[in-house]
């Protein structure tokens, strides 16, 4: 009899345990974005996505200076998030990029989220006025916000009208999916699915279809690839110049000689920033074919 109730103590503690691994999976899982935001909850999005950001034969962000200038307006507190580097630079990339903001304008302040210990991250999130999320791989860059619960907090400051500027993984975040980076997947990720600020993907380091022509075409085929997989994301390649401005439902191209190339379902159309830019116009059209 001792053995039996040994082996039913037993038993029971090991269910005990496993449901609370359960228990804890399910928190996790409930950390996961699993929708997307609508066009009503998007109204309030103020953004400005970098292709890259250092354009060829410009210093950083020079070509960006006056667009960033114009997403943060009066904003001044702006939370760095340099997660797409690897740990051992983030430290280097967070010093670098406080000298940037000190060019770009007086009155910036920046704070790294890295240098923030873990336990006032969330709250150094919902606090800031503005981020600015650099580049990098975007596969580590999800990977990290995922773990530390940040994503859903940046998603719904950004929707309550924070300024986000983003530069190459930055910017894949900004779309509702993740399938058009050019990363390595270098980590694991819980979904592709990211903040959703726009109906649409970012696909950065477009190549430019006269200047780059064989990498263009390379680049076409595998967006081509990726529309008709998945059939209802629209794909918007900008080449580095250029930048997608953001402001509630409307899409814009910024940047001198800028372009931007957009896939849905097998159709294209072209948009250059020197035309008038408008990426909502272009896109309208390609859904209603």
Do not use: W
Request: hydrophobic content about 40%; some cysteine; overall charge neutral.
């Amino acid at each position: 009899m001792p053995y039996f109730r040994s082996a039913i103590c037993l038993s029971f503690q090991v269910l005990l345990i496993s449901a609370l691994c359960l228990a804890l999976l399910g928190c996790m899982e409930n950390s996961v974005i699993d929708t997307l935001p609508s066009d009503n909850q998007r109204e309030n999005v103020n953004a400005l996505l970098l292709s890259a950001t250092t354009n060829p034969g410009q210093k950083s962000l020079e070509h960006a200076k006056a667009d960033i200038t114009k997403t943060f307006g009066s904003v001044n507190r702006i939370l760095l998030i340099n997660y797409a580097s690897l740990p051992n630079r983030r430290d280097a990339y967070a010093k670098r990029m406080k000298r940037e903001f000190a060019q770009i304008g007086p009155g910036y302040t920046v704070k790294s989220l890295h240098a923030i210990p873990a336990d006032q991250r969330l709250a150094a999130v919902r606090d800031t006025e503005g981020f600015y999320v650099s580049g990098g791989n975007t596969f580590l860059l999800l990977r990290e916000l995922y773990g530390g619960d940040l994503l859903v907090a940046i998603r719904e400051r950004v929707l309550q009208g924070a300024p986000y500027v983003g530069s190459s993984a930055g910017s894949n975040i900004a779309g509702q999916f993740i399938g058009t980076t050019n990363d390595f997947p270098i980590t694991d990720i819980p979904t592709r699915r990211a903040l959703g600020l726009m109906a649409a993907n970012f696909n950065p380091h477009h190549p430019d279809q006269i200047a780059e022509e064989v990498e263009f075409g390379f680049r076409q085929y595998k967006i081509g690839e990726y529309v008709a997989h998945n059939q209802d994301e629209v794909v918007i390649g900008v080449t580095n110049p250029g930048m997608l401005r953001i402001q509630g439902n409307m899409l814009s191209l910024r940047g001198e000689g800028g372009t931007a190339y957009i896939s849905y379902r097998g159709e294209k159309q072209t948009v250059s920033s020197l035309a008038d830019g408008d990426i909502s116009r272009a896109v309208e059209s390609l859904r209603s074919r």
